[in-house]
């Protein structure tokens, strides 16, 4: 079984390498965004919840955000494992986390960070041509995932869960050090 955390600020292809991993694995890649576009769209309790805030251009609450985890780690096809992509956000959630893990009696195996550049994430997320990306957006951004995701990755290091890897090399290469990394 294979339980893993992927860290990393945007643009260090967290997304691209839990999905390659996870169809290695034969798991479910699992990103909050994902999980929150899906919830809205099938109209369930949380997601209609959830859709209040976003059409109020507001963050949806970590309670709705880790109620939304909670159920999707408790689906059939995650029981043999998974990859948590960009979650937790804050210490608060990585706390919420090791508790639901207790509860449903699974544990994560680690947290992988993957370590970028800056001058680099800001050269790929401008190069995805996004409109809302532009430098100044960019590096906003980035300055908020260190304020509030540095905490997270000192939190799993001293949990002795942390793997860091260098993500800035081709994807190919990433994912080789990923696999020897978490699955030897």
């Given at each position: 079984m294979t339980r893993l955390i992927f860290l990393g600020p945007p643009g260090a292809g967290k997304g691209t390498q839990a999905k390659q991993l996870a169809d290695f694995c034969k798991i479910p890649?699992?990103?909050?965004?994902?999980?929150?576009?899906d919830a809205v769209a099938r109209q369930t309790e949380l997601g209609n919840r959830a859709k209040g805030y976003m059409d109020r251009g507001e963050l949806v609450p970590d309670e709705l955000l880790l109620d939304m985890v909670r159920d999707r780690l408790?689906?059939?096809?995650?029981q043999n494992g998974w990859i948590l992509d960009g979650f937790p956000r804050?210490?608060?959630?990585?706390?919420?986390l090791d508790k639901l893990l207790a509860d449903i009696h699974q544990e994560c195996d680690c947290a992988?960070?993957?370590?970028?550049?800056d001058s680099i994430l800001i050269e790929r997320l401008l190069g995805r041509g996004r409109q809302d990306d532009n430098e100044e957006t960019i590096r906003?951004?980035?300055e908020v995932y260190r304020e509030q995701t540095a905490p997270v990755i000192e939190y799993y290091s001293q949990h002795d869960l942390l793997v860091s890897l260098d993500g800035d090399r081709d994807v190919e290469a990433?994912?080789?050090s990923l696999k020897q990394a978490v699955l030897s």
């Open positions: 890649h699992i990103s909050t965004g994902d999980l929150l576009r408790g689906e059939e096809d995650a804050n210490v608060a959630q990585a706390d919420f992988v960070n993957l370590d970028v550049p906003r951004r980035l990433v994912t080789e």
